[in-house]
């Protein structure tokens, strides 16, 4: 379980991206946030795993404050949770595996893994992960070598292998076209039916949102404007959350 | 400055463009070369250097060729110590940079107070020349191939760590934030995010420096450590053919360098 109490967030600049968001993720949920660029989805987002630091409030994970975890508590916690990106962050010049394997690096000593030694399970792990995402025929194959639909399966499949109970998507299909997006979508659909893996995305598609995720919260300058289930959206409070009726581009359009 | 009016009316001034700045300030630059440089053309003779190249190349001093290439060969030794010297100095001198090019790197420390010093570590080690580090070699372990390879061991620290560290900073970050997020310490982040992308280019590097170091090692014999720069040394007023072949296995030993250097590159792509 997540939960945010009066969580902010003031970058050094003295921008103010998160101004004090209260709120629970249960386990298993698919939560999508959206919002207008800008309003804070990704602060949110990444304040989760601590790849950015809050500025106030309290943070729980499993009722744990993370706001003071650090050094080896906070790779440990971040471990447990898996994480996608926009543009997939592989490491383009490893093969597919290597990449993979690079989920349970911080599950074994720092010696062995610099000379890239991993005990027989992790290997195994790895390769049912790619297989999980339907791709173990390219585990030999270099990173950039995949399409990009391709290759968000493979940090999909690097999440897997962290064996995570959480993960954090920002922006997943945003640079993928129409027809992966779909794809990668029911991906995320999956793992989170089959495996029982909370997911939380930020999603730049309105409608892709409301179509996968079960929750969906609204962030507009920094607050949160809308909580509730996805068949409660109406059009009324897209225009609250985007403070102006929806642009074409904000529609994946189907 | 010039102004564009649309045929629909609409007025766009195309902005002063500063490329004109800065090559008036390169014209300005060559007249104050021309003006600045006391250039003496009595000195220039032209029509010296085919005369010296041909003393070069061609066996002089009532030699034959079969001795010109004689002699040519009898530098093996010779090479065998610039080669041991050149090897061991890059080797040695490449991997302690690497640490040191990851500390001076802003974008994996982060902090000043260390990639400052460490920076300021390396230009250090760029300020000596490679002469100036053989003395001082020297005076530690005494003349011999030891000096040289601590020597170009210094010297390839230097400028391998400033290479390096440049490289590292353009990289690809995206993938080291993915290992972050999997909870990998930096050291880990480092060998799956950082190592693969610089890899090759590093190889290029080292294969780059040793190259520079043979023909550099040429120079450490006015300091006293023993290579091919003996063979110019000794014969500096009288023997130019000497010189020339001891230029031609220089020269050779480069090329082998530079063509085996690209294979590999090549292969490393």
Sequence with gaps: ?254 | MAKFTLTNGKIIVKPFNKIWLVLGALIALVILFSYFIPLDLVNFKPDQLPIVLKKMFTPQRNRTWADYFEFIFSLQDLLVLTLQMCYGGTVLGSLLAIPLALLSSKNIVKTKFVYGPARFILNLFRTIPVTILAVLSISMVGSGVLAGIFAMMFFTFGIMAKMLYEVIETIDMNCYEALESTGANKLQSVRFAVLPQVFPVFIGYVMYIFEINVRSSAILSYVGVASLGNVIRENELIGYDRIGGAIIVIFVTSLIVQFLSSAIRRKLQ
């Design chain 1, 1 to 254: 379980m997540i939960k945010f109490v009066d969580v902010q967030k003031t970058y050094p600049n003295g921008v103010q991206a998160l101004k004090g968001v209260s709120l629970e993720i249960h386990d298993g949920e698919f939560v999508a946030i959206i919002g207008l660029s800008g309003a804070g989805k990704s602060t949110l987002l990444r304040s989760i795993n601590k790849m950015i630091a809050i500025t106030g409030g309290q943070l729980f994970l499993d009722d744990v404050e993370i706001s003071s975890i650090k050094g080896k508590g906070l790779r440990m916690l971040r471990r447990s949770i898996g994480m996608i990106f926009q543009s997939f962050n592989l490491v383009k010049r490893m093969s597919v595996y290597n990449n993979v394997l690079t989920g349970r690096v911080a599950y074994n000593p720092t010696f062995k893994t610099v000379f890239g030694l991993f005990p027989k399970a992790d290997k195994l792990l790895a390769l049912e992960s790619l297989d999980t995402m339907g791709i173990l025929d390219k585990a030999f194959i270099r990173a950039d070598q995949l399409s990009g639909g391709q290759q968000q399966r493979v940090a999909l499949a690097r999440a897997l292998t962290q064996k995570p109970k959480l993960i954090l998507a920002d922006e997943p299909v945003a640079s993928l076209d129409p027809i992966t997006t779909v794809q990668v979508m029911d991906d995320f659909a999956r793992i989170n039916r089959d495996l029982g893996i909370t997911i939380v995305a930020n999603m730049h598609h309105v409608d892709l949102a409301l179509k996968y995720a079960t929750r969906i919260i609204g962030i507009k300058d920094g607050l949160v404007v809308f909580d509730g289930k996805s068949a409660d959206i109406n059009d009324e409070i897209l225009v609250n959350i985007y403070g102006r009726s929806l642009k074409h581009d904000e529609l994946l359009g189907e």
